[in-house]
T-cell receptor, first 116, second 116 residues
Framework: AQKITQTQPGMFVQEKEAVTLDCTYD???????LFWYKQPSSGEMIFLIY??????QNATEGRYSLNFQKARKSANLVISASQLGDSAMYFC?????????????FGTGTSLTVIP | IAGITQAPTSQILAAGRRMTLRCTQD?????MYWYRQDLGLGLRLIHY???????GKGEVPDGYSVSRANTDDFPLTLASAVPSQTSVYFC???????????????FGPGTRLTVL
């Protein structure tokens, strides 16, 4: 069964510092995708970054990078130079192969607060 | 502006009433999804449609029905609402779920539903 675990219900970070949000997953699919979404207080779900299980390099998108450790089944999100606007809920999600269902499996989220 | 629209933004509904949540996308994506978001549980898939004319059940389908008459629209119907269906409902779409693990899902702004 597919499963995503986010063990940090809440995190605090000082403005301009870097922060790592943890995500571990469980799957038997040989090919899968890992995603991070941001949900600000306004409620919308914003796609941030994607990592494929066969990608050789960690994904990066601006200040966001994904620390992918396949053997440990972890896909941590790193936000560099935190800004006040980064305060939000962050969700990790996984998608497997079509033959095991096309749905995304979401973690329970981490609430990040950036302190001025 | 291309994207996903949902209506209504919010709704208070008496138990036992019928309600349809609307979702429209203009990105010509093949697949569409309905999720519900509850505190502490993350997002859970209700129903999905990989292409117009087809639908499938997700993790929590009971009490909900969907239809996909065309590419753009994917309404979610609660035939007889119950208080446990109080939640925030998100519609999402993706290009091609059969394309593998890289098929990113993009979300609408959500509908906040309260069933009394």
């Amino acid at each position: 069964a597919q499963k995503i675990t986010q063990t940090q219900p809440g995190m605090f970070v000082q403005e301009k510092e870097a922060v790592t949000l943890d995500c571990t997953y469980d799957t038997s699919d040989p090919s899968y995708g890992l995603f991070w979404y941001k949900q600000p207080s306004s409620g919308e779900m914003i796609f941030l970054i994607y990592q494929g299980s066969y990608d050789q390099q960690n994904a990066t998108e601006g200040r966001y990078s994904l620390n992918f450790q396949k053997a440990r089944k972890s896909a941590n999100l790193v936000i560099s130079a935190s800004q006040l606007g980064d305060s939000a809920m962050y969700f990790c999600a996984m998608k497997g192969q079509p033959n095991t269902g096309n749905q995304f499996y979401f973690g329970t989220g981490t609430s990040l607060t950036v302190i001025p | 502006i291309a994207g996903i629209t949902q209506a209504p933004t919010s709704q208070i509904l008496a138990a036992g009433r019928r309600m349809t949540l609307r979702c429209t996308q203009d990105m010509r994506h093949n697949a569409m999804y309905w999720y519900r978001q509850d505190l502490g549980l993350g997002l859970r898939l209700i129903h999905y449609s990989n292409t117009a004319g087809t639908t499938g059940k997700g993790e929590v389908p009971d009490g909900y029905s969907v239809s996909r008459a065309n590419t753009d629209d994917f309404p979610l119907t609660l035939a007889s609402a119950v208080p446990s269906q109080t939640s925030v409902y998100f519609c999402a779409s993706s290009v091609d779920p059969a394309g593998g693990a890289a098929d990113t899902q993009y979300f609408g702004p959500g509908t906040r539903l309260t069933v009394l």
